[in-house]
């Protein structure tokens, strides 16, 4: 029930005594006079704004592949590194401190490079990354005594420059790849789209975002060897002799592969964006391609291609098990070398194969093959009585769902299954000379892609001999499917969880 106010009752009593016809006595009333309190000033309390955080960031150059912003290894190429493309990129530079954050310079170096090979048609069209050229000279000032093929291991580079919008929302990284977006509403998280100032150029666009998981821990194991293979293993030590290598021998039957400490990630393609979140690392890579060597850099430092891939016929596997190949006697790669000179793999001389699909390493036996690719399933691998231990792995951009695979050849013996899930830089197999006879150890590596009802395979390297006209059958890659164009990177192994 409403209360019902004093003023309202006293009216309804006089009322109802008037109604009765009997005129009330007035009352006496005696007003005592009181002191009035003196005003005293309440102020009202001060509205507080406290600051909402912007959404931030880093943009890096995920060279390594692991998703975490931490350091490349490379072997120095002193030549290509020194070649007349990357000798302008530096003078450029030098007189252009400013090109990073302007596009339009960005774009007179490309232009400046372009004339320099109208004028020069030989040159081959080899020239890094202007932010990873940078990095690199500023390694190479600071370890004079480096040598040409030694490694390299240092910090990966920050992408100052790039442009980073949340809607309409843009900022362009700063010089250490920072970027900070104003945050009015205090959301917890957003999407971003990132726009590469170098997309329209292959040899320096960006073409992933390398989406990190978490990191993973592949817990140790053992695996039964027959005495043939474990008798040729001769590298692989005791196990209570190293205790620290990844595989040893555990008894004359049995290797154990120790717990690998590893990093789960996918691709994504740049143009489909990322998502960060408030008060997060948000630690973003970015790749130019998605692979990483098959091998260990502690045992392989200076890979030697024994075949290359022919950019001069098209080869792929049809889903009925056979080849549409167009073998037509002449064979190339990348570089326009070895034209048609099919080298020797008994004798270690270089060559391309006509129309060979991938690339032939010459390796030493027993050494550890490993993932090349962001996480990925096993497959297929062959089995008696193919003569040869041949892998596939396949993985999948996000998105886009647009699928790869990986094969890796003439291996010794498996350490994972099939429909296993593996991850970069996981030891899979031991290399060595399975279904090749007398010829020397090596490991096959290819990559192949869906087309039509067959799958089609691509090289890893973009193809840089200067060519007016395309020829007949041409079948190079106009962009590098390594994670630094046409710098093949070694991952990281067994790194502590970050």
Not at 199 to 208: C, E, G, K, T, V
Not at 341 to 352: C, L, S
Not at 373 to 391: G, H, K
Request: hydrophobic share 35%; with cysteine.
């Amino acid at each position: 029930m409403k209360r019902i106010s004093h003023f309202l009752l006293t009216a309804m009593i006089i009322s109802a005594l008037t109604a009765c016809g009997s005129a009330p006595t007035a009352p006496t009333v005696t007003v005592t006079a009181t002191d009035r309190p003196t005003a005293t000033y309440a102020p009202s309390p001060t509205e507080t704004n406290t600051p909402i955080p912007p959404l931030e960031g880093q943009l890096f150059f995920d060279m390594n592949g692991s998703g975490l912003f931490d350091e490349a290894t490379f072997d120095y190429d002193q030549a290509r590194l020194n070649n007349p493309l990357n000798q302008l990129e530096r003078d450029y530079l030098s007189a252009n401190p400013d090109t990073f954050y302007q596009p339009e310079l960005i774009e007179g170096l490309q232009k400046a490079i372009d004339d320099y090979i109208s004028e020069n048609p030989d040159t081959l069209k080899d020239q890094s990354h202007p932010i990873l050229q940078q990095a690199i000279d500023d390694y190479v000032k600071a370890h004079p005594d480096i040598q040409d093929g030694d490694l390299i291991t240092m910090d990966e580079p920050a992408l100052p420059g790039y442009t980073v919008c949340v809607q309409d929302n843009c900022v362009q990284t700063d010089s250490e790849g920072n970027f900070y977006l104003p945050n009015p509403s205090g959301a917890s998280g957003a999407s971003i789209k990132i726009t590469d100032p170098y997309a329209d150029f292959p040899a320096w666009a960006m073409r992933y975002i390398n989406d990190w998981k978490g990191p993973v821990v592949v817990p140790a194991y053992t695996k039964d060897v027959d005495a043939t293979t474990m008798a040729r293993l001769t590298t692989i030590p005791e196990c209570d002799e190293d205790l620290v290598a990844l595989v040893c021998k555990f008894n004359d039957a049995t290797l154990q592969v120790r717990d690998q400490h590893l990093n789960d990630t996918s691709i994504i393609p740049i143009a489909n964006g990322t998502s960060i979140k408030l008060g997060a690392d948000n630690n973003v890579g970015l790749m130019q391609g998605f692979l990483t060597l098959p091998f260990m850099s502690e045992q392989v430092q200076d890979p030697f291609i024994l075949g290359g891939f022919d950019i001069r016929g098209n080869r792929c596997f049809k889903s009925d098990t056979t080849f549409d190949s167009t073998r037509d006697g002449v064979s190339e790669d990348y570089r326009g070398m070895y034209y048609n000179n099919h080298g020797d793999h008994n004798t270690i001389v270089p060559g391309v194969e006509d129309s060979h699909v991938g690339i032939d390493y010459y390796i030493q036996e027993g050494i550890f093959i490993v993932s090349a690719s962001p996480t990925a399933n096993v497959i297929f691998q062959t089995a008696p009585p193919d003569p040869e231990l041949r892998m596939n792995t396949s993985f999948s951009e996000l998105f886009s769902n647009k699928e790869y695979m990986d094969t890796y050849g003439h291996l010794d013996l498996y350490l994972v299954k099939i429909n296993q899930q593996i991850y970069r830089g996981q030891i899979i197999g031991i290399g060595g000379v399975s279904g090749i006879g007398t010829r020397v150890p090596e490991l096959h590596f290819d990559i192949s892609e869906p087309e039509s009802d067959a799958w089609c395979y691509r090289d890893q390297y973009r193809y840089i001999i200067n060519l007016d006209q395309l020829p007949e059958n041409f079948w190079g890659n106009p962009v590098s499917l390594w994670t630094s164009d046409n710098n093949p990177q070694f991952t990281i192994l067994d790194q502590e969880n970050k």
